[in-house]
């Protein structure tokens, strides 16, 4: 009887690949092979491609392979990418898409500073980072990043943050800004939607994928974090060295800030000063916040900064942050009667406290995009806002 079922099991298995498209991998009576234009991009686009996703029913690689007239797929294993890798001649007009420190927003380039050749890593987030991690030539690339305005619409394959892009998308956002005179990046974008919307009809076989990935969500998410995030501000603040002696001493900044970065997660927003001290800042702590002496060129007084720090603030707004001392520095410059969410307090392991934000990212496979702000302030708020984001995402789950 056994033998029977692994029999019909091999023959269900090659009647399958005998009705399937060879071009987009998916059945014949859900191939959408008419629907994908052909797009002569001027950008050369080289993906590559970790070898469980050659075959993976829902990648989306394949699809800009059979579009682009201007791009190539390696696939192979590890070390068969890495020698491919090693005899590619990138120059310096190469640019990895890759989000993370030191990675420039394309949109905010210029047209001389675009690159010419496009290197995407395709397959999971988890696959990804270990090519970055295990090729180092890839490290050694210029890195440039997108922001994108929306989530994923790719509902078939759970993205690990709300930020995350399909490889198909991250690559058309990126052509957008290469080259926003090209032909047919909507239609290509359409053909991905209507392969999206064709699977989820089948709701079984896009249940089974998503059980699989579903990541298990934090204990204690405030009902705020569960919606849009529209009127989220999430906050971090540097205060001067010897605050409790400065303060005791009267001076007028002794208990604020010397620096404040915040953005508006819903409209992307950014407020960002830098505050008079009450005595000249050393030059070894403006190393620790890696901030340089020119960033208080045009620092406010600590009044000035409230009137402005009243003005960015709306009725409706939450303020959410992971650094304990925001608190204090909260009920200093104004905002404590709002609510407020300290990020840290949410339950992400029972049992277990959260460590420093790094580790915490990197125990959830968080990778922050760039700095959103100058200095230490700046890379603490843009890691603040993807733990606030991977919340959200977590919660829609």
Known sequence: MLNAQVEQRKEDWREDWRTRCYDCYRPIDRCFCDKIPTINNRTNVLIFQHMRERFHAFNTARILRKSLLNSRIVVDHMEGLAKAFALMPFSVETGLLYPGDGAELLEELSPIEMPKQLVVLDGTWHHTKTLF????????????????????????????HVSFLSTLEATVAALRCLEPET??????????????????????????????HRPRAPLNIPKVLRNNLQNVVVVYGETAPGTGAAAQAGHENGRGPVYWVA?????????????????????????????????????????TFRREWGSFLQPTDTLAYYFSNCTRLLDVIGGSSHLKIYLKSIQLHRGKKNGTLEELLAALQVVPGGAHGQGRAGKRLASSIALTRYLNSCALD
Do not use: C, W
């Not at 690339?141 to 394959?157: M, T």
């Not at 032909?183 to 699989?212: I, T, Y």
């Not at 992307?268 to 030059?283: G, W």
């Open 183 to 212: 032909q047919g990046l909507d239609q290509l974008e359409a053909a991905f939607d209507s392969m999206v919307e064709s699977q989820l009809a089948h709701p079984r076989s896009v249940d089974s994928v998503r059980r699989k």
């Open 263 to 303: 953005e508006r997660l819903g409209t992307s927003e950014r407020f960002e000063r830098a505050i008079l001290p009450s005595s000249v800042l050393p030059e070894s702590f403006l190393g620790h916040l890696a901030l340089a002496e020119s960033a208080f060129s045009e620092a406010v007084s600590i009044d």
């Open 133 to 160: 991690r295990d090729i180092p030539q890839l490290r050694g690339l210029r890195k440039v990043r997108l922001a994108p305005a929306q989530p994923s619409r790719y509902g078939i394959r759970r993205e690990p």
